[in-house]
């Protein structure tokens, strides 16, 4: 299995622009989620999946930030209009609740930096 | 929320040392993982260890659950192992949300 994917790898932008990053999870996983990982606050959780369907998104930081997941491969996550101190590395993530076993499996992230 | 608070914040080994890290939380929890974060900010899966212990090469782990801690076990430690070893619990019934610790940062000096 290829893991988790995320891309850009890097994304620089300047501040208003619109942002999208995007994730692929593991096939067979129905849990994605989305952390963002800064000096400041560490990694934190912004925003999760089940089925497709967002069931907490209480982490989002305001509403400039919005997620969504189309199907079961893919899922994006846009900043609109970006700012810099939404510089950050963004990680998806995603699991499969089998057999009651939750381990999370870490794409490479997305280093954003906005200008 | 839960409260992951892992032990010591930084920490500097000679090629060879074995070093113990700690991982202390604050409610039952049903699943908790460690990470080692490479110098390449890569997230890399070291155990999932919800209770007991697990050994995979020169690496240990023990939860004990009921007494709300964790430890990782590096023996005969080398360069690579060098980076930030992240603790992150799933609080019972929190459904999947991992709430990690600040980490703890480890060089491994030759």
């Known amino acids: 299995d290829a893991g988790v994917i995320q891309s850009p790898r890097h994304e620089v932008t300047e501040m208003g622009q619109e942002v999208t990053l995007r994730c692929k999870p593991i096939?067979?996983?129905?849990?994605l989620f989305w952390y963002r990982q800064t000096m400041m606050r560490g990694l934190e959780l912004l925003i999760y999946?089940?089925?497709?369907?967002?069931?907490?998104d209480s982490g989002m930081p305001e509403d400039r930030f919005s997620a969504k997941m189309p199907n079961a491969s893919f899922s994006t996550l846009k900043i609109q209009p970006s700012e810099p101190r939404d510089s950050a590395v963004y990680f998806c993530?995603?699991?499969?609740?089998?057999?009651?076993?939750?381990?999370?499996?870490f794409g490479p992230g997305t280093r954003l930096t906005v200008t | 929320g839960i409260q992951v608070e892992q032990s010591p914040p930084d920490l500097i080994l000679q090629e060879g040392a074995n070093s113990t890290l700690r991982c202390n939380f604050s409610d039952s929890v049903n699943n908790l993982q460690w990470f080692h974060q490479n110098p390449w900010g890569q997230l890399i899966n070291l155990f999932y260890i919800p209770s007991g212990t697990k050994q995979n090469g020169r690496l240990s782990a023990t939860t004990v659950a009921t007494e709300r801690y964790s430890l990782l076990y590096i023996s005969s430690s080398q360069t690579t192992d060098s980076g930030v070893y992240f603790c992150?619990?799933?609080?019972?019934?929190?459904?999947?949300?991992?709430?990690f610790g600040k980490g703890i940062t480890l060089s491994v000096r030759p």
């Open positions: 999946f089940n089925n497709n369907v967002p069931i907490d």
């Open positions: 993530a995603s699991t499969m609740k089998g057999g009651g076993i939750h381990e999370q499996y």
């Open positions: 992150a619990v799933e609080r019972t019934g929190a459904n999947s949300k991992l709430t």
């Open positions: 096939s067979g996983h129905d849990y």
